[in-house]
Every structure is written in C-alpha cells, then in structure tokens.
T-cell receptor, first 114, second 112 residues
Framework: GENVEQHPSTLSVQEGDSAVIKCTYSDSASNYFPWYKQELGKRPQLIIDIRSNVGEKKDQRIAVTLNKTAKHFSLHITETQPEDSAVYFCAASPVNSGYSTLTFGKGTMLLVSP | DTAVSQTPKYLVTQMGNDKSIKCEQNLGHDTMYWYKQDSKKFLKIMFSYNNKELIINETVPNRFSPKSPDKAHLNLHINSLELGDSAVYFC???????????FGSGTRLTVV
C-alpha cells in the first residue's frame, strides 16, 4: 500500500518568514495530493490540493509543488502569521481506483511566533 | 448546517464496555470513512464504505464493527473496549473515492 513520509515533524518560524513542509510517497499510482490543516481540538480541513497532471498550484499565501519523478511534494507558506500555527498533514491517494483512500503523513506542527 | 456530524463529541467509558459512535453527512457523498487519530496525531484509515458497501477494512480488530444503514450514515460499534482504543475517531465523507474529504468534528474516546 501507499506510504507517505512527512518532514519536519515540528517547524518554528517568526511571523513574516516562509515555511516549507516536504512529503514523499511510495505508490506511483497515487495521483491526488491534498494538504490539511488541523488546529488544536478541531477537525482537519483541506487547504489546498494538487493532481498529478499539474506541477504547481498557488492560492494566496500557500502553494504546493509536485515532482512526480521523484515522488515528492511540498507545501510552501509565505508571510506566515500566528493564525497559521497548527498541525499540517500531507496525504496521497490513487483517486477512483478500487482501493482509494487517503494515506496521511504523520503531520508537521507549525509554530509561528509574533 | 453541519456537513458531517458525529455524536457523541466526548465519550468516557470503562474497559470492557461496548459503545457506538454515529456519523451523518448531508453532502450527498457516496463514500464515507472512519479514521483513528492517536495521541501522536497520526491519522490512520480504519474503514471505507462506498454506497453502503464496505470496500476497505484496514487490519482493524474485529471488536470494531462499522454499519452503514444508508449512504448518509456510517456508525462505528466497538465491543470490549481496551485502554489502547483511547483516541479521537474522525468520520469523513467524499464525493469520489479518496478525493475531497470533509471531516466530522471528531469523537474523543477515553477508556479508563
């Protein structure tokens, strides 16, 4: 099955800095790569996703890049703010195959200091 | 109007008891899931249902039995609860298998 590795496990930055979280996946059949943000005591919420036919996607201060050959994808947050502090999860799945579920990385706790 | 709702939000129970968690979605999605989030925040798939049919059961002890009475509901029954079952259990739904998940608010289960 799919295996998703995520680094770093914790990331501390100053407000205004950029933050980068990296993930690798093992199953070449995976073609959908979402990122979720989970604030303390809340549910994971989708913040951005990318499909394997696209190399990069941007939404305001967040962007995701995908390298299919190397099987890795990254989340970039620019101009970080204290409200960006949360646990971020990457995930991968082969959408619409018979065994499609999201496999999650172990999460990155991002702390943004004012 | 909550899209994916779970009840109860908190559940404290003794070892050996049997308990159920309920999940309902009003998004019209065909697929529903149960995930377990342990104390280290790791989200692990337990079950996946598509149109009321079980399609994935990820090496979960058979003390855990999911039931989907219709497309909008997926319940989780747990027999003979153990200390290691303590976790947050998230229900989720999606329009396509493995895509576009919406999570419920979670059920924090504590076994004492």
């Amino acid at each position: 099955g799919e295996n998703v590795e995520q680094h770093p496990s914790t990331l501390s930055v100053q407000e205004g800095d950029s933050a980068v979280i990296k993930c690798t996946y093992s199953d070449s059949a995976s073609n959908y790569f979402p990122w979720y943000k989970q604030e303390l005591g809340k549910r994971p919420q989708l913040i951005i996703d990318i499909r394997s036919n696209v190399g990069e996607k941007k939404d305001q201060r967040i962007a995701v890049t995908l390298n299919k050959t190397a099987k890795h994808f990254s989340l970039h947050i620019t101009e970080t703010q204290p409200e960006d502090s949360a646990v971020y999860f990457c995930a991968a799945s082969p959408v619409n195959s018979g065994y499609s579920t999201l496999t999650f990385g172990k999460g990155t706790m991002l702390l943004v200091s004012p | 109007d909550t899209a994916v709702s779970q009840t109860p939000k908190y559940l404290v129970t003794q070892m050996g008891n049997d308990k159920s968690i309920k999940c309902e979605q009003n998004l019209g999605h065909d697929t529903m899931y149960w995930y377990k989030q342990d104390s280290k925040k790791f989200l692990k798939i337990m079950f996946s249902y598509n149109n009321k049919e079980l399609i994935i059961n990820e090496t979960v002890p058979n003390r855990f039995s999911p039931k989907s009475p219709d497309k909008a509901h997926l319940n989780l029954h747990i027999n003979s609860l153990e200390l290691g079952d303590s976790a947050v259990y998230f229900c989720a739904s999606s329009p396509l298998l493995g895509h576009g998940y919406t999570f419920g608010s979670g059920t924090r289960l504590t076994v004492v």
